[in-house]
Every structure is written in C-alpha cells, then in structure tokens.
C-alpha cells in the first residue's frame, strides 16, 4: 500500500513538472541511423487555446562525438491561416573545443535550438516539416529529430 502511494505521487509529480510545454514529438525511426536526403519528417499539432510569446524549439538526438559542428536543416512551418514559412538553420552540435554542446549521457546526445519565437501562438493545426540539408546521399549517426513548442517563462 505505501510503495502504491510513492509510485502515484511521483507519477503526479513527474507529470505536473513541466507545465509550459505545449507540444513535444520525437520521431526516432531512422533507418541504421541515418536520415537519408529526400526524407521529410512531418509533425502536426493542434493548439488549443490562444497562447502568449512561444518558443519553438527543434531536438535533434545524436551519437555523441558527431562528426560534424552542425547540421543544416530547412523547415517548414504551416500555420493554421495556411501561410507557410521556410527557415534556413544550422543545428549547433559541437563547441569551438570539440565538446558536444548537447545533454550528454553514454553515447546519447540531445540538443534542443530554438529556431522561432511565436509573439501569440493561435489556436489551430500547425504542422512542422523538417528535412536535412546534408549535401551526402544521408545524413549519419541521427538518432532522431523532434519538435518541442513551449512558452517562454
């Protein structure tokens, strides 16, 4: 009965931790570990009320000691009104020393950019289309790719 309590306690307390997420996806189905150039990772979302300055952050999981300081990435962000948006961004992976800029633990690295600040997030569908800008035939050693929207504290 009392371990029963601690598990629901925790549990209450782990989803309570975090309220200004609005969204959080992850897609970790690479192939071998590789996203191959023609390959567009799509995230939708629905916004249900009208939010205040948001930031919307893409993660991008690694293995750690990448080979490369970035990763140019293009983005396609569709907002409920139906206009869309491109962005041009270079993931930030690796520091000036050679260090994984990212959350680090074994041979797993995530790292979180924020590539566009939302002055009033409307409610509707959103949608988020990421594709990798490599300029080989696949991007290697990707774990996966997310989008995270939250609001700003």
Not at 31 to 57: H, M, P, Y
Not at 129 to 147: D, E, Q, R
Request: net charge negative; with cysteine.
């Amino acid at each position: 009965m009392k371990a029963k309590f601690v598990l629901i306690t925790l549990l209450f307390t782990f989803l309570s931790c975090n309220k200004s997420k609005i969204h959080d996806d992850f897609d970790s189905s690479f192939d071998n570990n590789r996203w191959d150039a023609t390959d567009v990772r799509v995230f939708e979302f629905e916004n249900t009320q009208s939010e205040a300055v948001c930031d919307l952050k893409l993660h991008f999981g690694h293995i750690s000691g990448f080979q490369f300081k970035e990763v140019p990435l293009e983005v396609e962000i569709t907002s409920p009104d139906g206009k869309s948006e491109v962005l041009s961004v270079a993931m930030k992976l690796i520091d000036e020393s050679g260090k994984d800029i990212g959350d680090c633990t074994g041979d797993i690295c995530d790292v979180f950019q924020t590539i566009k600040t939302f002055q009033n997030l409307e409610k509707g569908k959103y949608k988020v289309a990421v594709k990798s800008k490599f300029t080989g035939p696949y991007l290697p050693n990707v774990l996966g790719v997310g989008i995270v929207i939250e609001k700003q504290k």
